[in-house]
């Protein structure tokens, strides 16, 4: 299946600096990508939708001056957290949606592996 | 809100048939059933997709009756390395839409 990169896949960091990561797709290019926020035993909790060329949408009670996104490409997009908090800590994961594949119409959605970010 | 309800844990041993199902009364027309794996501190990673019918392939197998408003996942003879989250989802065929997480199945494995 397609792939997309996600990299650091774990920073700690003190409290207030900014931390960035970054989310590729390898073998495609999407227009869209996706990060969502998990927290231990919890599900995925969807925090913006990144376009290519556009400002990201953010889900409602997501920050967009702390969660900065930028998508300058068809293949990368960045999430930029800013002066961060211990409350920030949490596993951070990028999707991207492949829409060569599959049935017509039909797009399967690819996650990369995720970043454990540690805010000290 | 999560548009899928399916039962928080399973309990399997190795060489069993599982079967998760998963409700979703309020299917749309234009929605897909899709279900994603999950280990821990690891990303989703994608099983099966299907509208309608039966879909199979090397992974599982999705059953979905003809009123669309319940799916089953089927993992054949599970192994230990299969004890994961398994998540049912809705995915509208628009483009830029977000996949929407719900709690998702822990399946646990025993020899």
């Known amino acids: 299946g397609a792939v997309v990169s996600q990299h650091p896949s774990r920073v700690i960091c003190k409290s207030g600096t900014s931390v960035k990561i970054e989310c590729r797709s390898l073998?495609?290019?999407?227009?869209?990508m996706f990060w969502y926020r998990q927290f231990p035993k919890q599900s995925l909790m969807l925090m913006a939708t990144?376009?290519?060329?556009?400002?990201?949408?953010?889900e409602q009670g997501v920050e967009k001056d702390k969660f900065l996104i930028n998508h300058a490409s068809l293949t990368l997009s960045t999430l930029t957290v800013t002066s961060a908090h211990p409350e920030d800590s949490s596993f951070y994961i990028c999707?991207?949606?492949?829409?060569?594949?599959?049935?017509?119409?039909?797009?399967?959605?690819?996650f990369g592996a995720g970043t454990r970010l540690s805010v000290l | 809100l999560a548009k899928t309800t399916q039962p928080i844990s399973m309990d399997s041993y190795e060489g069993q048939e599982v079967n998760i199902t998963c409700s979703h009364n309020?299917?749309?027309?234009?929605?897909?059933i899709t279900w994603y794996q999950q280990f821990p501190s690891q990303g989703p990673r994608f099983i099966i997709q299907?509208?309608?019918t039966k879909v199979t392939n090397e992974v599982a197998s999705l059953f979905i009756p003809a009123d669309r408003k319940s799916s089953t996942l089927s993992l054949p003879r599970v192994s230990l390395s299969d004890t994961a989250v398994y998540y049912c989802?809705?995915?509208?065929?628009?483009?830029?839409?977000?996949?929407?997480f719900g709690k998702g199945t822990t399946l646990s494995v025993s020899s």
């Open positions: 989802l809705l995915w509208a065929n628009q483009a830029g839409t977000a996949l929407i």
């Open positions: 309020n299917i749309a027309t234009n929605d897909y």
């Open positions: 999707s991207a949606r492949d829409g060569r594949g599959g049935a017509p119409g039909v797009n399967i959605q690819y």
């Open positions: 990144s376009n290519e060329g556009s400002k990201a949408t953010y």
């Open positions: 299907g509208y309608k």
């Open positions: 073998d495609f290019q999407a227009t869209t």
